[in-house]
């Protein structure tokens, strides 16, 4: 099973819609990620989260709100959707410490389109 | 600040050719990582490198190759013998201490392999 998974893949919603995006986690890391992918500017970061009770705007945090449920879970919400908020959504992963500092660990994605 | 540029946009080659991707990065910290992403048309983020500002020591792996040179701020990735399967978006990313361990991408660059 995968370590990081994303629900939905894929969604298509309208304009004005409140949509949730959720992460899940199984590999026991306490930081979390956002990001959204647009054609030609990588990804960005959204919002991420180094623990429980700490939740941090990224680069772009307008029009999106985040909530940490659980070390393993960690859901964006757009509270009204927009056309340019179509993207690549991904979640993601890491621990300061270990073998595998500094690396993010990636779900598979969730495409969202806004009509 | 921060910073990660991927200059080459798009890269066609026919398969077999050697291709190199460049990456020119910013920090003024330093100790940072560098790393290389893959990301196939299926759109998973697959992780490739990931190399310690203290460490500029060329890696290789099979037919993939990493030159990271500090005096030029570069972490080039070169593939030999490129194949089809090798078509993808690459991104190149930075992760530094003052910018609290989170990643930077670069725009990509979108690799086409043709047979």
């Known amino acids: 099973d995968a370590d990081v998974t994303q629900t939905p893949r894929n969604r298509i919603t309208k304009t004005g819609k409140r949509i949730m995006l959720e992460c899940s986690q199984t590999k026991g890391h306490d930081r979390m990620y956002w990001y959204r992918q647009d054609p030609g500017l990588g990804l960005r970061l959204i919002y991420y989260?180094?623990?429980?009770?700490?939740?941090n705007k990224g680069e772009i945090s307008d029009g999106y709100s985040v909530s940490r449920q659980a070390q393993a879970k960690f859901s964006l919400s757009l509270e009204s959707a927009i056309p340019n908020q179509t993207a690549l959504y991904f979640c993601?992963?890491?621990?300061?410490?270990?073998?595998?500092?500094?690396?993010?660990?990636f779900g598979p994605g969730t495409r969202l389109t806004v009509l | 600040a921060q910073k990660v540029t991927q200059a080459q946009t798009e890269i066609s080659v026919v398969e077999k050719e050697d291709v190199t991707l460049d990456c020119v990065y910013e920090?003024?910290?330093?100790?940072?990582?560098l790393f290389w992403y893959k990301q196939p048309p299926s759109g998973e983020l697959v992780f490739l490198i990931r190399r310690n500002s203290f460490d500029e020591q060329n890696e290789i792996s099979g037919r993939y190759s990493w030159n990271f040179q500090k005096s030029t701020s570069s972490f080039n990735f070169t593939i030999t013998a490129s194949q089809v399967v090798d078509s993808a978006v690459y991104f190149c990313a930075l992760s530094d201490m003052e910018y609290g361990n989170k990643l930077v991408f670069g725009a990509g660059t979108i690799l086409r392999v043709k047979s």
């Open positions: 993601a992963t890491s621990d300061p410490s270990g073998d595998d500092y500094n690396e993010q660990f």
């Open positions: 989260s180094f623990d429980v009770k700490d939740i």
């Open positions: 920090t003024r910290d330093t100790t940072y990582y």
